[in-house]
């Protein structure tokens, strides 16, 4: 994937973050955590999990989010997936 | 009341998803049924209700769950109240139960229950509202001889839609369960009059329900009123379980 593909890639993984987490834009940074930064129960990052695999057209499997705490891992996810 | 709200329910065409179907509609509801083996008639209500959406179904299967989903949320919106009534009987010793009978009840009784309520919590959740009630049984905590199979299930639904219930609370959607006792319908007719009143006599009551008696408990649970009401097990059962 090219920078600016990544890039973009990230705006669209955002716009989901936001509309999902209810947070300011400004606030989803790779190194902000789910459950510290963000304040996000289990039941919204499985929301993200749901909207991320609509909008990307992925799917990712239970055993895969195990280790997931941060916007960057998460992000990381899906663009592997691509 | 629950004036404009979209509802389904699953096996709406007779007995106590019927009653309920009707009595959505006739709160105000816009309410889809499921069916299986004949549509529910007539689709009209009183005057100024929606006609009611008959959505054939089979709950056992998953592209049937999805697909009258889909058709709801294109001809009505999105689901906003839920009400699993599918369920049916096989009913036989334990020794002589097969595995088919076993699993054709369990399957859907309790895992339709599972698959249809995690669809509607889907578009619930986002929707941050939600109401979901569960046709239980009183037999599922009282146990019924003959009945090993029905009743694991309708347990099985106390235990399922109390988790449910802990897991969308804090979305503004509540869970609750309904355990009606002997209620008049063709589940009960193929046990003749002589079983039948051999039932009622053990009831408190000393008669079988109709099926409007348990719409009423739904229609509180599913209503703006009851928004602080959820994981609750609700006999309406003439006092035949009392104490459980």
Avoid at chain 1, 18 to 37: H, R, Y
Avoid at chain 2, 5 to 16: D, E, F, H, P
Avoid at chain 2, 23 to 51: F, N
Avoid at chain 2, 166 to 190: C, F, H, K, Q, Y
Wanted: charged residues 20%; proline residues 4%; hydrophobic residues 45%.
């Amino acid at each position: 994937m090219t920078r600016v593909d990544n890039e973009a890639a990230f705006e669209k993984f955002k716009e989901c973050a936001v509309e999902v987490l209810q947070v300011p834009a400004e606030k989803i940074t790779p190194a902000a955590s789910f459950a510290g930064d963000l304040e996000a129960d289990s039941l919204e990052v499985v929301e993200l999990v749901m909207a991320l695999e609509e909008a990307f057209d992925i799917t990712v499997e239970e055993s895969e989010l195990e280790g997931v705490e941060t916007i960057g891992q998460a992000f990381e996810l899906v663009t592997s997936k691509l | 009341m629950s004036e404009g709200r979209v509802a389904l329910v699953t096996g709406g065409s007779r007995g106590i998803g019927l009653a309920t179907a009707r009595r959505l509609q006739r709160d105000g509801c816009r309410v889809a049924v499921t069916w299986r083996s004949a549509p529910p008639a007539p689709l009209e209500g009183p005057a100024g209700s929606e006609p009611l959406l008959p959505v054939s179904c089979d709950v056992t299967s998953p592209e049937q769950v999805e697909a009258a989903f889909k058709e709801t949320e294109e001809r009505l919106g999105n689901v906003e109240i839920l009400v699993c009534s599918a369920g049916i009987t096989d009913d036989t010793l334990l020794l002589r139960m097969s595995e088919d009978s076993w699993s054709a009840v369990i399957e859907t009784n309790l895992t339709a229950t599972y698959r249809t309520c995690k669809r509607a919590s889907q578009k619930m959740l986002r929707a941050r509202y939600g109401r979901i009630v569960l046709i239980s049984s009183v037999v599922g905590l009282l146990g019924s001889a003959g009945q090993t199979n029905y009743a694991a299930s309708k347990a099985g639904l106390v235990g399922f839609g109390r988790s449910l219930a802990r897991e969308l609370a804090g979305r503004n959607i509540t869970v609750n369960v309904v355990a009606p006792g002997v209620v008049s319908t063709d589940m009960t007719a193929v046990l003749g009059a002589e079983r039948l009143s051999a039932l009622t006599s053990a009831v408190p009551l000393q008669r079988a329900a109709e099926p409007e008696e348990v719409a009423g408990a739904v229609a509180w649970l599913v209503s703006e009123e009851a928004g602080y009401v959820t994981g609750a097990v609700i006999p309406v059962d003439g006092g035949l379980g009392m104490g459980h």
